[in-house]
């Protein structure tokens, strides 16, 4: 079954950059699309970006569009989210999974550890 780690996750100041990556099971990334998703403290877990198997077409939430990119490597099996103009509110621990593209939810039910974020305001 396909297994999931996130990392990059670190402290970073209020409009500053920070890059988080997904590695995936070899077998299995290249037949979805991925996309992050995110959960901060005392709020349920919400979807953030994807991206289609082929890496062509890309989605993203209102609240990260414009300041947020999402790609995939199939060679190194491993999808990244680069953050840009970060905010405080992008406050979060980090997961990847696959996803369903037309609803924006998981398709996997095992989650990674996830990576937090943290914006310093």
């Known amino acids: 079954q396909v297994q999931l780690v996130e990392s990059g996750g670190g402290l970073v100041q209020t409009g500053g950059s920070l890059r988080v990556s997904c590695a995936a099971s070899?077998?299995?990334?290249?037949?979805?699309?991925m996309g992050w998703f995110r959960q901060a403290p005392g709020k349920e877990r919400e979807f953030v970006a994807a991206?289609?198997?082929?890496?062509?077409?890309?989605y993203y939430s209102d609240s990260v569009k414009g300041r947020f990119t999402i790609s995939r490597d199939t060679a190194r099996n491993t999808v990244y989210l680069q953050m840009n103009s970060l905010k405080p509110e992008a406050t979060a621990v980090y997961y990847c999974?696959?996803?369903?593209?037309?609803?924006?939810?998981?398709?996997?039910?095992?989650w990674g550890q996830g990576t937090q974020v943290t914006v310093s305001s």
């Open positions: 991206i289609s198997s082929t890496g062509v077409t890309t």
């Open positions: 999974n696959a996803v369903d593209w037309n609803r924006s939810t998981s398709r996997f039910d095992t």
């Open positions: 070899g077998d299995t990334f290249s037949r979805y699309p």
